[in-house]
Structure formats: C-alpha cells, structure tokens
Nanobody
Framework: QSQLVESGGGVVQPGGSLRLSCAAS????????VAWFRQAPGKEREGVSC????????TFADSVKGRFTISRDDAQNTVYLQMNSLTPEDSGIYFC????????????????WGQGTQVTVSS
C-alpha cells in the first residue's frame, strides 16, 4: 500500500516562494497520477493541480495559473509543487493524493492521501 508524505511547507511573506514535495513509499509513482489539494481554514478542500501518470499536467484552480508548477521525478518517487508569487489567499494545508487513473477534480477520485503540510503566507 502506498504512503504519501508531504514536506516543504512553512511561513513565507507575500510574494515569496515555496516548493512542496510529495514523497511516496510502497509503490512507484511512475504508474499513478498525483494531485495537490489545499484547504484553507473554514473552507472546503479544493484541487490545485495534478500530474498525469501518462505525462503532462492539469491545473484545477484558476487562481494559481501562472504561479504554481507541478512536476515529478519518478526516479526519486516524488512529485513537487513549486509555488511562486504567494498571497495570503494561498495559505492552508496542502495535501497530495494519488490515483491509478487520470487526473480528476473530485477528492473521491483519489485513493491515497498524505497528512498534509501547512503553508502560511503572512507579512
């Protein structure tokens, strides 16, 4: 059974950058699609971006287009989320999730989830 572990969160000032990592154990990420979700306090969890198992990616959240980039290193069994030009609205807990299918926006699409990493954007 796959286990996902997120890292790279922290506190950053508006306009700053962070790179989140989602490391997998128990299963190669080469055969799965991996997405990033986030949940701000008092809000529902939303999909951010997804790396397709067949290559390529999809961006779910319009607010991150042009600022966030998802990538993967199958040799390291890790998926990354590079986040630039961060704003306070990007604050929240960021989760990675995996599915053996293609990318989907619904949480129910994903069968493996990490515990999340906190991102706080504040001056």
């Amino acid at each position: 059974q796959s286990q996902l572990v997120e890292s790279g969160g922290g506190v950053v000032q508006p306009g700053g950058s962070l790179r989140l990592s989602c490391a997998a154990s128990g299963e190669s990420l080469g055969g799965v699609s991996v997405a990033w979700f986030r949940q701000a306090p008092g809000k529902e969890r939303e999909g951010v971006s997804c790396s397709l198992r067949t290559g390529g990616s999809e961006t779910f959240a319009d607010s991150v287009k042009g600022r966030f980039t998802i990538s993967r290193d199958d040799a390291q069994n890790t998926v990354y989320l590079q986040m630039n030009s961060l704003t306070p609205e990007d604050s929240g807990i960021y989760f990675c999730a995996a599915t053996r299918e293609g990318c989907g926006r619904a949480e129910e699409w994903y069968i493996y989830w990490g515990q999340g990493t906190q991102v706080t954007v504040s001056s």
